[in-house]
């Protein structure tokens, strides 16, 4: 069984940015991207006409998106018993205090600023690792 990535969000360079790190970090995962919550709901629910995702899967969540912020998305997919149980690490460029405790408060994996990920990557990558052997 093999895990997938989402990566959720509506800034091209940002989510081009987090593939290669994966690369760069020897993550060979397969990723599928949404370029916001709303798309990335449908994904999950399986609705998107064109993109799919099967479980096992972790989501990379930014924030600050169009149509569907990350706290909407993570609202949703927490009040939803299929997906309640999803493992999401929210990538975002803000270091805001009440935006982690938000973050926290909906049982994220892991809260990272952006300008900070390539630093605390490889920590992310180990974790990813055991996740994915885990699941399998």
Do not use: C
């Not at 999401?88 to 973050?103: F, G, H, P, R």
Request: charged share 25%; net charge negative; hydrophobic share 45%.
């Amino acid at each position: 069984m093999t895990v997938s990535i989402l990566l959720v969000d509506d800034d091209d360079v940002a989510r081009e940015a987090m593939i290669r790190s994966l690369k760069k970090n020897q993550i060979h995962i397969p990723v599928i991207e949404a370029e916001d919550g709303f798309v990335a709901l449908q994904i999950i629910q399986g609705t998107h006409p064109e993109l799919k995702i099967e479980k096992p899967f972790i989501i990379f969540l930014d924030l600050n998106m169009p149509r569907m912020d990350g706290f909407e998305f993570l609202n949703l997919v927490r009040g939803d018993p299929k997906t309640a149980d999803t493992v999401i690490y929210v990538i975002s460029t803000s270091n805001a205090e009440e935006d982690q405790k938000m973050a926290y408060s909906k049982n994220v994996a892991g809260y990272l600023v952006k300008s900070t990920v390539g630093q605390d990557f490889s920590i992310l990558s180990h974790l990813m690792d055991q996740e994915a052997a885990d699941a399998t």
